[in-house]
C-alpha cells in the first residue's frame, strides 16, 4: 500500500474520533488521561504486591515496573519522537485547525509514538503475565485502550502513533516479564507459583485481592464522569 495513502487515512480515522460537542465528555477524556486520577490504583497494586510476595520479591517486581515504565518512555519520548519528527495533530500545519483542542491541550510538537499507549500497554502486558487472572486481563486491556483512545480523542495522537506505542508497550512488557523470570531462576527459586484454589489465581495471588484492585478500578471509572459533571456545571 502506498505510504501517503496509509498516512491520509491515519488523518482521516483521527477527526473521525477527534472530539465531539459534548462539554461534558471532552471533560471525561481530559480527566481520564491524567496520572492523578489513578493514584488509588496505584497504591492498591503496591499493597497487592506487598502482601502477595515477600519483600524481596516485591523490591523485584517494583524495580521490573519502573523499568518496564522507562524502557516505554525512553524508546517512545527518547528515541522514536526525535527521530520521525511526526507532528502531532495538534501541531500538524495540514490538520491543526481542523482538530478540536480540549481545554488547551496540545501536547509537545512531535507524537510518533504514543508513550501513554506504550507505558499502559507495556504495565498492562507484565501485570497479565505476572498474576494471570482472566478477569483482571480483560480489566487491563480495557483501561490501557481506554487510556490510549483518550489521546486519540483530545488529539494529540494519531491512531498510527497508538498503535505504534501499543507494539512497543506489549514487546517491553513481555521482555522486562521474561528477564524477571530469569532472574528468579538465576536465584534458584520459583516466584511463579501453580496454585490449584479457587481463592489464589495460577500464581499464587488472592483473588480476593485482586477483586479490591478491579473494585478501585471500576469505582475509578465511575468517579471519572462523576467529577466531570461537577467540573461541567461549577
Request: glycine share 6%; with cysteine.
Amino acid at each position: 500500500m502506498d505510504t501517503n495513502a496509509i498516512i491520509d487515512f491515519d488523518k482521516y480515522l483521527l477527526l473521525a474520533i477527534n472530539g465531539s460537542d459534548s462539554i461534558f465528555w471532552d471533560g471525561c477524556m481530559k480527566v481520564y488521561t491524567t496520572i492523578s486520577i489513578w493514584i488509588p490504583l496505584i497504591l492498591i497494586l503496591l499493597y497487592i504486591l506487598i502482601k502477595n510476595n515477600s519483600f524481596k520479591d516485591f523490591l523485584l517486581l517494583f524495580f521490573a515496573i519502573i523499568l518496564v515504565v522507562t524502557c516505554t518512555d525512553v524508546i517512545s519520548s527518547g528515541i522514536c519522537k526525535p527521530f520521525f519528527e511526526r507532528w502531532r495533530p495538534t501541531h500538524d500545519p495540514e490538520l491543526m485547525y481542523l482538530v478540536d483542542v480540549v481545554d488547551g491541550i496540545r501536547g509537545k510538537d512531535y507524537g510518533f509514538t504514543s508513550s501513554h499507549a506504550a507505558n499502559s500497554f507495556g504495565i498492562a502486558t507484565f501485570l497479565i503475565l505476572l498474576i494471570r487472572n482472566r478477569v483482571l486481563t480483560m480489566s487491563l486491556l480495557f483501561w490501557a485502550s481506554m487510556n490510549a483512545f483518550t489521546r486519540m480523542y483530545l488529539g494529540v495522537h494519531y491512531p498510527g502513533d497508538i498503535l505504534a506505542g501499543t507494539l512497543i508497550g506489549v514487546t517491553v512488557g513481555w521482555l522486562i516479564y521474561r528477564f524477571y523470570r530469569y532472574i528468579i531462576r538465576l536465584q534458584k527459586r520459583n516466584s511463579h507459583r501453580d496454585w490449584i484454589s479457587t481463592q489464589y489465581t495460577k500464581t499464587g495471588y488472592l483473588v480476593s485481592d485482586i477483586y479490591l484492585f478491579l473494585l478501585v478500578m471500576y469505582g475509578t471509572f465511575v468517579a471519572i464522569p462523576l467529577i466531570s459533571f461537577v467540573k461541567f456545571i461549577y
